[in-house]
Nanobody, 132 residues
Framework: QVRLVESGGGSVQAGGSLNLSCVVS????????MGWFRQVPGKEREGVAS?????????????KGRFTIDKENDKSIDIDRYFLFLQMNNLKPDDSATYYC????????????????????WGQGTQVTVSS
C-alpha cells in the first residue's frame, strides 16, 4: 500500500514562495507516477504538476514558470521511500487551495504521467493561503 504524507503548507503574501513536501512510501521498488493536485471548496480538483519515472515533468498552464516538481530518494533507510517536492514561487491569491500529493503505480519506466491520469493513492492535503 502506498502512503503519502504532505507538509509545508502555510500562509504567504502574493509574490512569496512556499515549498511543499510529500513523503511517499511505496511497497515495491518499481516506478510510480507522482503528482501534485489542488482543490478549492466548491470546485473540482485540479492537476498542478506531475512527474514521470524518468523525471519528465508536466505542469498546468497556470503554474508554468512558477512551480517546480521534483523527487528525491530517501537514502537514509532501506525501504522504498521518496520525497516529492513542489517549489512554488511568485504565488498568487488564485493559488490558494488545499494541495494534495498523489501516486499511481507501479508503472513502466517510460510511462507519461499526465495530469489527466487517474491517481489511486492520495495524501491528506496541506493548506496554502496566498493573500493579496
Amino acid at each position: 500500500q502506498v502512503r503519502l504524507v504532505e507538509s509545508g503548507g502555510g500562509s504567504v503574501q502574493a509574490g512569496g514562495s512556499l515549498n511543499l513536501s510529500c513523503v511517499v512510501s511505496t511497497p515495491t521498488s518499481s516506478p510510480y507516477c507522482m503528482g501534485w493536485f489542488r482543490q478549492v471548496p466548491g470546485k473540482e480538483r485540479e492537476g498542478v504538476a506531475s512527474l514521470d519515472p524518468d523525471f519528465d515533468t508536466h505542469y498546468a498552464d497556470s503554474v508554468k514558470g512558477r512551480f517546480t516538481i521534483d523527487k528525491e530518494n530517501d537514502k537514509s533507510i532501506d525501504i522504498d521511500r521518496y520525497f516529492l517536492f513542489l517549489q512554488m514561487n511568485n504565488l498568487k491569491p488564485d493559488d490558494s487551495a488545499t494541495y494534495y500529493c498523489a501516486a499511481d503505480g507501479p508503472v513502466s519506466w517510460w510511462t507519461a504521467c499526465s495530469l489527466n491520469r487517474q491517481y489511486n493513492d492520495w495524501g491528506q492535503g496541506t493548506q496554502v493561503t496566498v493573500s493579496s
